[in-house]
């Protein structure tokens, strides 16, 4: 018995094409981010890059279009450098104070306070917000899933360390 077979849609086709040919697939994902960072982005970066080039004229204050080093021989002027140097010294300042409040406030935090502070700081996000496993879930957030074995469900009641529930 000879049956007549509809033709597969454009879609099927396409479907079809993209499943037996996975690299195209890859290529067809890829190709948008990659064209917008190749144009768009390096582009910009390179337009950036020549217009560096140009210089101001000092009289009218014009942009003057002709290949020249002027602006990077005026990065190197004195008031440039104490501005590069202030920066610095800023950031400096700013990466040493926070670390001397930032590690003795960690190190009380992790050391000494209580589960609950933890909680309320959000200290440890490897710690879950939860109580016992058991068998039925409760309300929508209950289906976390981490930390109870056998594929039980975790009733959300509060701070809770893994090793105080013996897991």
Known sequence: ???????????????????????????????????????????????????????????????VREFSLATYEQLFTRANADIFIRTALMAAAVTVSAALIAFPTAYYMVRYASMRMKAALDVDPSRELVGECEQEPVGPMAMIGMGCRNDERIRMTGPCDLDERGA
């Not at 195209?24 to 020549?50: E, Q, R």
């Open 1 to 63: 018995m000879n049956a007549a077979y509809a033709q597969p849609s454009l879609m099927s086709r396409i479907s079809t094409a993209l499943y037996l040919h996975p690299k195209l697939l890859l290529l067809l994902l890829l190709a948008p981010p990659l064209l917008w960072l190749g144009v768009i982005y390096l582009g910009s970066l390179f337009a950036l890059l020549l217009q560096s080039f140009f210089y101001i004229d000092e009289f009218s204050g014009n942009i």
